[in-house]
């Protein structure tokens, strides 16, 4: 029996660019996804959350009058609007990326190459 070796493709720094080029676009629609989730959040929780608030809970389980119905169903829908103004910070900081290299940043420095 003959051992044959098979020969592996080396990856070009053209692939490499494609492949970073791809991560890229990946991370913007990702990013897009993110603000377009709070944007619909931002609009429609607190409109929602006063509107419910103010005839389920204020005016029909404690009775209470318009004007103060009016009072606590805006403070429940600017508690809202902060409880997701928080949440989008603590994603938008959150850093999804591995601190790791990539390919395309090892092969410059190994090269000796700087941007």
């Known amino acids: 029996m003959q051992r ?3 020969i592996q493709p080396t990856t070009t720094i053209d692939e490499l660019v494609q492949q970073e080029e ?3 676009d990946k991370a913007i629609w990702v ?6 989730v709070f944007t ?17 809970i204020f005016e029909g389980m404690f ?4 004007s103060n ?5 805006a403070f429940v829908a600017v508690g809202i609007v ?19 290299k990539t ?6 420095e190994a090269a000796g190459k700087k941007d």
């Open 4 to 6: 044959t070796t098979v």
């Open 22 to 24: 791809k991560a890229n």
């Open 31 to 36: 990013v897009f996804r993110k603000m377009l």
């Open 40 to 56: 619909v959040m931002l609009t429609v929780a607190p409109l929602s959350s006063f509107f419910l608030s103010k005839y389920y």
């Open 63 to 66: 009775d209470m009058t318009n």
């Open 69 to 73: 119905s009016h009072m606590y169903a």
């Open 82 to 100: 902060h409880v997701i103004l928080a949440a989008f910070l603590f994603v938008a900081f959150r850093d999804d990326t591995p601190a790791k």
């Open 103 to 108: 390919k395309l940043e090892l092969l410059k």
